[in-house]
């Protein structure tokens, strides 16, 4: 059963699939640092082992992205994450990350990853620690008692 959370100004996150805007994911990514030149072909088959998550507008237009590469149980990697240029500014990052880190099916993942060269400051906010090699990786890592004694 798809997970949708209803923010306050009426935003919806979601891991329902069947909502996920396949050309607007493809053509936002496409602009972005990290994607630029990636085929639709790659960016479907990216999809494939992760869990997706559609930002959406109170009108029901996409509005933002992200993907979680992740076994459901210690490990994931987050990717992907952007929010649509006219939404920026008003706190929907936050509160698709928040999202992510607080989905049930990933209650037990102890150790988080990212890569991202502009969002630090982002991230740093939710215990994200820059890498000390190479400062674009960030990791996050749970105390495996707290996160094995979570729900299922």
């Known amino acids: 059963m798809p997970h949708t959370v209803t923010l306050p100004d009426g935003h ?10 396949m050309e607007f994911v493809h053509a936002s990514l496409a ?3 990290w994607a630029r030149g990636r085929s639709r072909d790659l960016t479907e088959r990216s999809w494939a082992h992760c869990l997706c998550l559609g930002l959406y ?5 996409p509005a933002g992205f992200a993907r979680v590469l992740t076994d459901y149980t210690f490990r994931a990697h ?3 994450v952007f929010i649509r240029p006219a939404s920026r500014g008003l706190g929907l990052g936050v509160a698709l ?3 992510i880190l607080r989905h049930p099916e990933l209650g037990t993942v102890t150790h988080w990853t990212l890569t991202t060269a502009d969002a630090q400051e982002l ?3 939710f215990g994200f620690r820059r890498s000390e090699a190479d400062d674009r990786w960030m990791t996050r890592t749970l105390a ?3 996160a094995w004694d979570a729900p299922a």
């Open 12 to 21: 919806e996150i979601s891991d329902d699939r069947a909502r996920l805007d």
């Open 97 to 99: 990350v928040d999202t």
């Open 57 to 61: 507008a109170p009108n029901g237009a």
């Open 78 to 80: 987050l990717a992907d």
């Open 144 to 146: 495996q008692s707290t």
């Open 123 to 125: 991230y740093t906010r």
């Open 31 to 33: 602009d972005a640092y």
